[in-house]
């Protein structure tokens, strides 16, 4: 983003790995980037973008409670693979700068209809811009089973479809109808 042009960059993640990372790799690249460590909006709370890029955890996991401390909060996405992408859907208007844009990426095995849908309820303009089928990553094959006991996928399969999802504010700040 800085290199194609931003004005200024702004990263939030919750895991302290990623914010060091993310810090290094701009220092080593010499890209600004204002980085942040918090939950989801927090750390910008107040604050509109026109672009939002995310890629949230979304792989559906044992149960709902979500770690804070381990690895795994990288890609537990709650037992459905929503908990933390109904959020950001919930609240991406919040932040979006009049015809701001959100890209989402995530998995259609926890329901890309639903995040249109809540999108749209939340008063964007959501639309599915790229979809590509992929073989499962090594988190998903472990949980095969499961993902095919609560019907999440069908019997035998291992790849998955993802989606780059758009979700555009209105540009006077209308909701969209």
């Not at 209809?113 to 094959?141: E, S």
Request: aromatic share 4%; charged share 20%.
């Amino acid at each position: 983003s800085a290199r194609a042009g931003a004005a200024s960059v702004t990263a939030v993640d919750l895991s302290l790995r990623s914010i060091a990372a993310t810090w290094i790799n701009c220092r080593i690249h010499r890209v600004r980037c204002k980085v942040h460590r918090g939950d989801l909006f927090a750390p910008v709370a107040g604050q509109r973008f026109d672009l939002i890029l995310a890629n949230p955890p979304y792989v559906p996991a044992a149960t709902d409670a979500l770690s804070r401390h381990a690895i795994s909060r990288c890609w537990d996405g709650g037992v459905d693979g929503r908990a933390v992408l109904d959020r950001l859907c919930a609240g991406a208007a919040g932040l979006l700068a009049p015809g701001g844009m959100m890209l989402v990426v995530h998995s259609t095995v926890c329901d890309d209809t639903v995040t249109l849908c809540r999108l749209t309820d939340a008063g964007l303009h959501a639309t599915v811009l790229a979809r590509c089928t992929i073989p499962f990553g090594p988190v998903m094959r472990l949980r095969a089973a499961m993902l095919e006991t609560r019907g999440l996928i069908e019997p035998g399969q291992r790849d998955e479809d993802l989606v780059v999802i758009a979700a555009r504010a209105p540009a006077g700040g209308q909701r969209v109808h």
